[in-house]
Each structure stands twice: as structure tokens, then as C-alpha cells.
């Protein structure tokens, strides 16, 4: 079954085909990085625009490169939740075109539940029940994978999302957008146990998670440095908070696989790509004997490949209780992966 993925919900538009929620025939990727650098981040207007602009380029050539024409399409899912707006709009609208058009059935994926379908894709034998951290630009959560359509937030961030809090200190020290993986780079040659960042506690829940803290005491650390005419290395910098937030996010994902008895920890998200949190997993998890699954470095971040690989488990359910979504569906800004 041949599942043609479209992924619109931030600075990418992206179209994949995969069969069978596992295999990759082709992942075509139009990256606006370039454009919205020069403003420090995500532009959302521009974003649409360039949406708009590269849609069709880019399906054209997910079809080609999968050499298949979309009447060997069984259907089309795309990412309507959560994102920015008028970005979703595009894709989701799109996606209605193609299926009003070829008389296809149309599988709205739930942004989250895409990256964490990357790990489908990057190992063929991940089977959900698995506990999984989602760590991107927008999003912090660990999930209770049940099965590849039921999901239980654990824990969640209760201010910045772990992504959004390294473009912040990658910000703070000069480094340009897109920050968290410009500071990955840097911190393999700073000393990470130079400045001791605190830890935060939330005396309510023991699996959320808050990281605006962390991003004040990098800001103050360098303001403090600089009223003394002293500058702050930013290797040093980046891994000391590398370390931090890699470190809450390790320790709590590993808390609530031991909890909740998870025998796998599934890692997703745009920050999965950071090199040390890879490391800490693997470590941690050799230790207590439990199973990691990393997505491939180059399905960590926004893609349709991982669109189309959760339509594919979307589709199948949708089949089985005959309720594939009409085109009626509407872009969602903000949706928690459980509804
Ligand atoms: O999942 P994603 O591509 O987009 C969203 O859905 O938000 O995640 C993007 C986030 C950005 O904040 C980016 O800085 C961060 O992932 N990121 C990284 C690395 N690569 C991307 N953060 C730390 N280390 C990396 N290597
Ligand atoms: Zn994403």
C-alpha cells in the first residue's frame, strides 16, 4: 500500500511516498532555512508563501522519484496539527485538492505522531508498545506509546520546548538560526562541566518539564560576563547547556520507562538529532537493559516521509472502522497527540 505523505507545518514543505508504513520510495524536502535566517527564526507569513510557491514542485517530484503516478496512490496523508497556521493550510488544502481530484481517501497525521512513525522507517522491527521522548522546536513530551494510533502524555513542558530553548542559548552566544544544531556542533569542543546550570524541579509532577530557567541563566551569564569586560567561551557555553537539558531529558524518559515498565524508549523530534542526548540514551539504556530507537539523522527533523509512514497506521485504522475524514478537514494550530 502506497501512501503519498505532504508535511507543510513549519519552515519545510516536504513530500514522501512510503509502502507500507515502512518503506521510503522517495523524500523530497524544499527547505526555507536560508530565507528566515536572516531573521533569527521562522518567519510564519513568509513561511506560507514559500508553501504556497513549492507545493506542487515538490509532489511532482515525490511522485517522480517514487516512480509512480498518483492513480497507484492509495492515499494521501498530511500533517493538519499542530503547526503554524497559515503553513498547515497550504499542505492541508493541497492534500483536499489531490483527493477531491483523484478520488483518493485523505489521512490527516497528527504532526507529533509523525516524528515519532520516523523511527517506522529507520528500523523495520520498532513496534509500538514503547515509551517515547518528542523533543522539537514547538514540543517536549514524553509519550505512552500504546499502539501506533493510542498515546498517553506522560510529561510535558511547562514553558519552552527543549528545541526552542537551544535556539535560544545558541542566540545568546551569536550563533545563527537554526540554533540548536549550530550549538551541537560547537559543544563537541567546550568543556560541558564549565558552568553549572541549574536543575528545575516542579514539585507537582515528576515528568514535566521547564527550560525557560535555564535559558535566563545562559542570558545572565553572558550579560554578567560582559559588565566585567569578560567574555563567555561558547563552546563552553553550548555544552555546559547542552549537558543540562539533555540531562533532564534523559533522566525523566528513564524514570517513566522504569514506572510505567517500558521494555523500549523511542526517541523523536528535531532534537534527537543532538549528538550527546543520542550518546546518554544509548548509555542509559545498555545500563538498565531496555531497547533505544533512534530515527536516522535525516528523519529527525520536519520530513513527509514520517507523514506518510503514521498515514499508513492512520489509514489502516480509518479502514477498519470505515472513517476515513472527509474534506471537510481543517488545519489546527495547537492539538495534543492524544485527541
Ligand atoms: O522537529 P523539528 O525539525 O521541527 C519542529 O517540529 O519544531 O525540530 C526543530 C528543532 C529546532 O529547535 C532545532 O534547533 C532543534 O530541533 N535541533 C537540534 C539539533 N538539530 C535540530 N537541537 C539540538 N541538537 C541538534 N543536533
Ligand atoms: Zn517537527
Redesign the pocket.
Known sequence: MKILGIESS?DETAAAVVEDGRRVLSNVIASQVEEHKIYGGVVPEIASRRHTEAICTVVKKALADANCTLDEIDAVAVTYAPGLIGALLVGVNYAKGLCYSAKKPLVPVH?LRG?IAANYISDENIKPPFMALVV???HSHIINVKSYTDFEIIGRTRDDAA??A??KAARTVGLPY????N??KIAKDGDENKYKFPVPKLADSKYDFSFSGLKTFAVNLVHNASQKGETVKAEDLGASFIKAVTDILASHTMAAAKEYGAKKIVLA???S???RLRRIMEEKCTCEGIELYKPELKYC??NAAMIAAQGYYEYIKGECETEFHDLSLNAVASKPIDE
Open positions: 513549519c504532526h516524528h522539537s522546536g514547538g528545541g526552542e537551544m535556539d537554526p540554533g540548536g544544531v550549538l551541537d523530534g528535531g532534537v538529532a543532538n549528538s527533523g520536519d
